[in-house]
């Protein structure tokens, strides 16, 4: 019987956090934590599926068209989109489902599971459209966020669709780029403290957006992409005192990407450089946004401590997991600072390729 292995990896937040839902770009990468989805073909009409780690099932017809969707079924909304492109099941599968990407630490476990599994049904049963990583990329934004009027971003499936270290350019014209395929010297700590994610995403993208609608009101010719730290001081003028944190917010972390990206495209990364860049992101997420928790700040002090050029906060926040830069043979020292700090799992990652089909 046909057996199809579909290999997903997780993502880190590189450099913009909070900034695709605004239409301002986000540097990412792929990071060599993987979603594994074994898929043997068999003689009935169902998908059973066996979610190892959590110890769940799931049978799903395969001729099941999802007219409703329960909240964040993305098994259902996934099937429903891509039968739009015209991929429709006609035999069912065996599939067993196992991972080593933390769950609920910010580092898009559920996002890698829904592409391992949109990858499957596209080599299983086939599109109408040319399969690229993009496309693959933008079958799981459709699936995760449009479908079911999520208000997350985009960063999660392009940058584990597409793979490496990635600058995605969310405003139109879209864009996603790759800007280097490793990077040396990264650690990832998992907190141990679920994230909060779709109530604190829309809560900020909400005030986000209302303080760069308030600002348009007065200035006609305002661009949010073209902002520089300099204006904030006139913007500011025209929000009350509780917006005001949002926007400032939005314009100093789209300040350390594009400096970042500079320092991505020079022909030597500069990782004690890139790792200062990281550190100013941080600081933004944490005293402006304010989405860190004890937990997270402490694992941060303990890496800058333990000698890590650069750590921040991974993703929507409020828990989750943390991404530091070293020097290249110190990260376990790193790590090491982190679990001392806390965290329930610390490790050295590497840039992953992508989405695939194994």
Partial sequence: MKEIISLAPGRTC????????????????????????????????????NMVD?????????????????????????????????????????????????????TSSSSALLLAWINFLIEAFGVDEKVTPEFISKMGYLSEVVEHGEPGGMMDHYSIGVGNVVYINTVNPFAVTVIGKELNG???????????????IGELKNN?????????????????????????????????????????????????????????????????????????????????????????????????????YGAKIVGSGGGGSIVAIAEPGKESQVADAMLAAGAVAAYAVNVDPGARIV
């Fill in 14 to 49: 590189l450099f913009g956090d909070h900034q695709d839902y605004l239409g301002l770009p986000v540097i990412a990468c792929a990071i060599d934590r993987d979603i594994r989805l074994t898929a043997v073909q068999n003689s009935t009409g169902f998908f059973n599926l």
């Fill in 186 to 200: 990264l650690v990832t700590g998992v907190s141990g403290v679920p994230k909060e994610t779709i109530g604190l």
């Fill in 208 to 308: 986000a957006l209302l303080s760069i609608d308030l600002v348009k009101q007065n200035d006609k010719n305002f661009d949010l992409n073209k902002a520089e730290i300099e204006d904030l001081k006139k913007y500011s003028n025209f929000l009350p005192d509780r917006l005001i944190p949002y926007f400032e917010a939005a314009v100093k972390n789209h300040h350390y990407t594009k400096l970042a990206l500079k320092e991505f495209q020079k022909a030597s990364l500069d990782l004690k450089k890139i790792g200062e860049l990281m550190n100013g992101h941080h600081a933004v997420l944490r005293d402006l946004l304010k989405i860190t928790v004890p937990r997270i700040d402490a694992m941060i002090n303990a890496a800058l401590k333990a000698g890590a």
């Fill in 54 to 106: 959590i110890n769940e099932t799931r049978i799903i017809k395969i001729d099941e068209t999802f007219s409703e969707l329960k909240p964040r079924d993305y098994f259902a909304s996934s099937l429903r989109v891509l039968r739009r492109y015209g991929c429709i099941p006609n035999v069912g599968y065996d599939i067993n489902i196992t991972g080593n990407i933390p769950i609920n630490s910010g």
